[in-house]
């Protein structure tokens, strides 16, 4: 059976990894206040809010068990990135979440905030947890975040790849 895709916050930069995720087929489930206006044949998109954990939980239910979760979250200071972790994978098949994250979020200055995020899996045997961070491009001596397409496509090549951390440091470039 294809696997079940979730992504959290596709609708946004993520959008173009979500229209090629949905070019793989497979069943795809966004979760965003929007979703609904996304879907179509393969993609089923649910409203709702992340700040609203009873809803958030409401529409984890609705969509059933998940294979690989990609969640993209303004802040892990709400319970709904414990809630997505919690619904990843069943026991003996393992699923995948991978988060992405703030460029801040890898500031060397503050090693303990990767961790901090990781801890959104912690003691969960069925979640395996990614890591993707945001970051930017250098270009004639000036730098600028990247584009949506480029955020996309670095995502992409994470999930493909199945890289536990992607952000490091290529083409003198931050990218993830
Ligand atoms: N380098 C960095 O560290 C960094 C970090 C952040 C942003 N940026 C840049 O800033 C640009 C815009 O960033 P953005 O944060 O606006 O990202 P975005 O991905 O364009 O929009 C946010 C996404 O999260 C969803 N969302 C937002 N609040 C939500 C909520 N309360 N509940 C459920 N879903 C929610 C939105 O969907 P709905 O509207 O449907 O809810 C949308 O899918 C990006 O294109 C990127 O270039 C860079």
Not at 63 to 83: E, M, Q, S, Y
Not at 133 to 142: K, N, Q, T
């Amino acid at each position: 059976m294809a696997p079940h895709i979730l992504v959290v916050g596709g609708t946004g930069m993520l959008s173009g990894f979500v229209e090629a995720l949905a070019g793989d087929g497979g069943r795809l489930s966004l979760l965003s206040r929007r979703a609904s206006t996304f879907s179509r044949a393969n993609i089923t998109g649910h409203d709702v809010d992340y700040y609203d954990e009873a809803a958030f939980v409401a529409a984890l239910d609705a969509v059933g068990p998940i294979d690989l979760a990609v969640g993209w979250f303004h802040t892990l200071k709400t319970g709904a990135p414990r809630l997505l972790a919690e619904r990843v994978g069943k026991p003996g098949v393992p699923g995948r979440l991978f988060q992405v994250l703030g460029s801040a979020t890898a500031d060397p200055a503050r090693p303990d905030r990767l961790a901090t995020a990781a801890a959104v899996a912690k003691g969960l045997a069925n979640c395996r947890l990614r890591q993707v961070v945001l970051g930017f491009m250098v270009e004639a001596g000036a730098s600028r975040w990247l584009t949506d397409a480029e955020i996309s496509a670095g995502v992409r090549s994470a999930v493909t790849r199945d890289l536990a951390y992607f952000g490091g440091r290529a083409g003198g470039a931050l990218v993830g």
